[in-house]
């Protein structure tokens, strides 16, 4: 069975400052893992994808997630903030690439202060 | 451009009406998901299909019923037994192998 977890439900930054938000995942198998953004009302956009290439996953738009298996985690990370990044972020695990459905996490939603 | 279309964008049903969510795709992907997302819950899947004329239950299927008639195609009929349907709809397509879902613009509906 596979979970995820994401450790905080709202994250605030200020523009221009560092964005981390936290992601644990639970999996049987070697997972993928992904994260997903969503603007309000609006679908779902593939920030970035790990399948077990290199750990460190380089995403759209600034975004970067690092694979790390001794601590389960697979956190997403932004050096600088900008207010156009202000959404609902979905960190999501699968065991056997997505073929069966995803496990999605709880979301995140993350408010940039001006 | 090659996406998937949701229709209609908001939909409002009556106690005790069956309504049908439409999901198209032009990508040419053979699999398809159904998402139910309510606040504070991430998304449930609802079904699933990985080719034509067949589809999987996933961890929500009660009260739903779907169709894969066609590769573009995967509708969605929330019927009268879905208790609360009131929620956001996301259906999503994926080409094998592809690991990563491409999601369609969703579905608000609501029980009035």
């Known amino acids: 069975a596979q979970s995820v977890t994401q450790l905080d439900s709202h994250v605030s930054v200020s523009e221009g400052t560092p964005v981390l938000l936290r992601c644990n995942y639970s999996?049987?198998?070697?997972?993928?893992l992904f994260w997903y953004v969503q603007h309000p009302n609006k679908g779902l956009q593939l920030l970035l994808k790990?399948?077990?290439?290199?750990?460190l996953v380089k995403g759209i738009n600034g975004f970067e997630a690092e694979f790390k298996k001794s601590e389960t985690s697979f956190h997403l990370t932004k050096p600088s903030a900008h207010m156009s990044d202000a959404a609902e972020y979905f960190c999501?695990?699968?065991?056997?690439?997505?073929?069966?459905?995803?496990?999605f996490g709880k979301g995140t939603h993350l408010i940039i202060q001006p | 451009d090659g996406g998937i279309t949701q229709s209609p964008k908001y939909l409002f049903r009556k106690e005790g009406q069956n309504v049908t969510l439409s999901c198209e795709q032009n990508?040419?992907?053979?699999?398809m998901y159904w998402y139910r997302q309510d606040p504070g819950q991430g998304l449930r899947l609802i079904y699933y299909?990985?080719?034509?004329?067949?589809?999987q239950k996933g961890d929500i299927a009660e009260g739903y019923s779907v169709s894969r008639e066609k590769k573009e195609s995967f509708p969605l009929t929330v019927t009268s037994a879905q208790k609360n349907p009131t929620a956001f709809y996301l259906c999503?397509?994926?080409?094998?192998?592809?690991?990563?879902?491409?999601f369609g613009s969703g579905t608000r509906l609501t029980v009035v």
């Open positions: 790990y399948t077990s290439a290199a750990t």
């Open positions: 299909s990985q080719i034509v004329n067949d589809f």
């Open positions: 999503a397509s994926d080409r094998e192998g592809n690991y990563g879902y491409t």
């Open positions: 990508l040419n992907h053979d699999a």
């Open positions: 999996s049987s198998y070697s997972p993928s």
């Open positions: 999501v695990v699968s065991d056997e690439g997505g073929a069966d459905g995803l496990t």
